[in-house]
C-alpha cells in the first residue's frame, strides 16, 4: 500500500475550503448530517448524469438548506424556465426535512476541472478507445487550456490484459509538496468488461498567495482619546521642556558652527599668501616721493643773469 497525501486535503484550510461548511453539536446530529451529505450528491448525481457536474458544495445554518450545484452544463440542471431546478429544490427539502435553497454555477473551462478531465477519459475508456491516445489527448487539451502542469494516471486491466498495470501521462509540472500550489485533483472510475480502471487526474494551477492588505491613511479613522485636567497639565508641561531642550540644543548648534568657521578664517594655511615684490620700487607706492633726510644740507639754485 502507498502512503500518498490525498492533494486537497493537504491544502484545506490553507488555499482550499471544505465543501460542505455547518456544524453538529453532537455525535448523533453530526452522524445524521453526513448521511444527508452522501445523500444528496448521490441522488443529484444520479438525477443528472450527463450534466457534467463537479462538486456540490453543502451549507447549513439554522433555518435552511443552501446547495450550490458546479456544472459545465448548467441548461440541464435549471431546465425549461427553471423547472427542473424547481423539482431539485423539493427533492432536497424532502431529504433534509428543511427549507432549501439552490444555487447552480457553471464551469466555463470543463478542460481545466480535474473531476470533469477524469470522467472524460472514463468515458472514453468505457467506449473501448485506446487508453494511450484518450489520455494523450487530454493532456494536450488541459495544457491549451491554459494549466501549467497536469499528470494522469491509469491502472488497471488496460486493453482488456491479464494482468493489470499502471499508465501515466505527464506535460509541465506538478508541485506536491508546496502548500501555495493550487492542484486540482479527482478520480474516477471506469466501468470496462474486463473490470474496473482507475483515472486519477492532477491539474496544477499555479500558485496562489494571500497578500494583506495594509490599511491606507484615508481609512484609518482618528483616535480620540479624553484626558483629565492633571493629564493635560503634565502633557503641557513636557511638551514646553522638550520644545526648550530643542531650542538649547538648536543655539548650540549653532555656537558650534560658528566657532568652527571662525577658526578656520583665522588660520594661516587658509589665508592667502601676500604677492613677493619682483623690483625694488614695487616696495615704494608711485604716488610717494622718497623722504629726505632732515640733516641733509639745502641745495641753493644758481642765479640766472
Do not use: C
Amino acid at each position: 500500500m502507498g502512503h500518498k497525501t490525498h492533494p486537497i486535503g493537504f491544502r484545506l484550510g490553507i488555499i482550499k475550503d471544505w465543501q460542505a461548511t455547518w456544524f453538529a453539536a453532537k455525535t448523533a446530529d453530526y452522524r445524521e448530517l453526513v448521511k444527508e451529505d452522501l445523500s444528496i450528491r448521490d441522488n443529484i448525481a444520479k438525477r443528472y448524469p450527463d450534466a457534467g457536474i463537479s462538486k456540490v458544495e453543502i451549507e447549513r445554518n439554522s433555518s435552511e438548506v443552501v446547495v450550490t450545484v458546479h456544472t459545465a452544463r448548467p441548461g440541464i440542471v435549471i431546465g425549461r424556465g427553471g423547472q427542473r431546478v424547481e423539482e431539485l429544490r423539493k427533492m432536497l427539502e424532502s431529504l433534509t426535512n428543511r427549507r432549501a435553497r439552490l444555487n447552480v454555477q457553471e464551469i466555463r473551462q470543463p478542460e481545466l476541472d480535474a473531476f470533469l478531465v477524469a470522467r472524460s477519459v472514463a468515458e472514453q475508456l468505457e467506449r473501448r478507445i485506446a487508453y494511450r491516445r484518450a489520455i494523450r489527448q487530454a493532456v494536450s487539451r488541459t495544457i491549451q487550456a491554459g494549466a501549467k502542469g497536469v499528470k494522469i494516471l491509469i491502472a488497471g486491466r488496460l486493453g482488456g490484459a491479464d494482468i493489470a498495470r499502471r499508465e501515466k501521462a505527464m506535460e509541465g509540472r506538478v508541485p506536491l509538496h508546496t502548500l501555495r500550489a493550487d492542484v486540482d485533483f479527482a478520480i474516477a472510475e471506469a466501468a470496462t468488461d474486463f473490470g474496473r480502471i482507475g483515472v486519477k487526474v492532477w491539474i496544477y494551477h499555479g500558485d496562489i498567495i494571500k497578500q494583506e492588505k495594509e490599511p491606507e491613511l484615508e481609512d484609518m479613522k482618528p483616535i480620540e482619546v479624553t484626558l483629565s485636567p492633571e493629564e493635560s497639565a503634565a502633557q503641557e508641561a513636557a511638551e514646553a521642556q522638550a520644545a526648550a531642550a530643542a531650542a538649547a540644543a538648536a543655539v548650540a548648534a549653532a555656537a558650534e558652527v560658528e566657532a568652527i568657521v571662525g577658526a578656520t578664517d583665522a588660520s594661516p594655511s587658509m589665508a592667502a599668501p601676500a604677492p613677493a615684490a619682483t623690483a625694488p620700487e614695487a616696495a615704494t607706492p608711485a604716488s610717494e616721493e622718497p623722504a629726505v633726510p632732515e640733516s641733509a644740507p639745502a641745495i641753493e639754485e644758481p642765479e640766472s643773469k
